[in-house]
């Protein structure tokens, strides 16, 4: 065993996962691989010979055509139809809330094996849809500036749970091709983003079969450059990544020294600065054409004075990147405030003048809490009613 392989295995080992199967159900064939979907059905007596077809046609009715139900698979014969019944589910998360912001941001409060909740935002913008999802239940990084880090971490997701948010999400959205009509190439649903619940990289595997999934040019069929991984710094399994899922990096960034870092991404006294810098460079996907995204949220007082710009931007030279500065999104309780808008632009202009893209990002969702580091699912605190909201002043 190599040592890449055993510090893999050291950072993963205490995360409980779900099994595919429960111990009186059926095997959930949403989330598995095609090599896995290939086995199962050997197993339940397909013959070797005509797997790999009835793979593709199982494959494409789920994650092509959005089909649950075993009987509508009408060009597999009805008794195998109902052997696959027998022995199999196609199941996906459960929409329990969906709240819809003035801007058209979906939040959506889901319930998954187990009952624990999760929740995942659609964002529409004028030429792409963007769904940021999660990986964990909970998280186990406790960023100081984000909402979902004062959640304790319960587990990760299954590969099915993660690939069952987008799935849930283009029910909602109508996004399925409709029988008979020509297909719309117009995709509501254009991007993902692991930016939600969770530190995927500490759910490596079950992030990669998903992604995978959703690559598939059979199924979703999204490109790996619309689909965006951000880790706060898991250094060994960055490199990982770029070979096994090959999508675009963030890096939730956010400060210039360690000292700052520590206190606001606590998994810098791990792995720090100077470490993850490294581990960037020599990234195997970098380049000009695919930069790294530098995430940094913008604190009042914290991170955010024109030193900070200046050092950053020597921290990063020789990383072909970008920066997106980010208003910092206030929830009940933070103990942070959001930068002034003057000293917003003065470091993104130190930051362009310096040669790189520094977009801000607009804000969305704040209404309904399913902005940027607001998410916190509703099985770790008191439900409210819309009047007992606390809404962003």
């Known amino acids: 065993m190599t040592e890449a392989t055993q510090t893999s295995k050291a950072l993963t080992h205490n995360f409980v996962t779900v099994p595919r199967k429960s111990p009186n ?60 019944k027998k022995s199999f589910q196609i199941s996906v998360p459960e929409i329990i809330t969906k709240n819809v912001s003035e801007d058209g941001t979906r939040k959506y409060l889901m319930r998954i094996n187990g009952g624990h909740e999760i929740e995942t935002v659609y964002i529409p ?27 304790r971490l319960v587990r990760n997701l299954s590969s099915s749970e993660i690939v069952g948010q987008i799935l849930v999400a283009r029910d909602d959205l109508g996004e399925w091709p409709i029988q008979g009509l020509p297909k719309n190439e117009t995709r509501l649903l254009s991007n993902v983003v692991l930016m939600g619940m969770g530190e995927p990289l500490y759910n490596f595997e079950n992030v990669r079969d ?24 898991v250094v060994p399994e960055i490199s990982k990544t770029a070979e096994e ?32 810098l490294e581990t960037l460079k020599s990234y195997p996907k970098v380049s000009n054409s695919e930069r790294i995204t530098f995430e940094y949220v913008m604190l009042k007082g914290v991170n955010d004075s024109d030193e900070d ?16 500065l980010i ?34 990002r607009t804000p969305r969702g704040e209404d309904i809490m399913a902005a940027c580091g607001q998410l916190k699912s509703a099985s770790e605190k008191k439900r409210k009613s819309k009047k007992d909201a606390v809404p962003y002043t």
């Open 25 to 84: 159900g059926p095997t959930n064939l949403v989330g598995l691989t095609r090599v896995d979907l290939r086995e199962v059905l050997i197993e339940n007596g397909t013959p070797e010979k005509q797997a790999n077809m009835r793979v593709s046609q199982i494959w494409q009715w789920i994650y092509e055509k959005g089909v649950r139900d075993f009987d509508q698979m009408t060009n597999l014969a009805k008794p195998y139809r109902e052997n696959l």
């Open 125 to 151: 913008e004028e030429n792409r849809g963007t769904l940021c999802i999660s990986s964990q239940v909970g998280c186990t990084l406790t960023c100081s500036f984000c909402h979902t880090g004062t959640q």
């Open 210 to 233: 998903a992604m995978k999934i959703t690559m598939d040019p059979e199924g979703i069929s999204l490109s790996r450059r619309r689909i965006t991984l951000s880790t706060s710094g």
């Open 245 to 276: 899922i090959g999508c675009q990096l963030a890096i939730s960034f956010h400060a210039t020294t360690d000292e700052i870092r520590n206190k606001l991404v606590p998994i810098n006294k791990k792995w720090n600065i100077a470490q993850l």
């Open 309 to 324: 710009a200046r050092r950053l931007v020597q921290l990063i030279k020789g990383i072909p990147a970008k920066i997106n």
């Open 327 to 360: 208003p910092f999104n206030e929830w009940p309780g933070s103990p942070f405030e959001r930068s002034d808008w003057k000293q917003i632009k003065s470091f993104a202009d130190i930051i362009y003048k310096a040669g790189y893209a520094s977009p801000i």
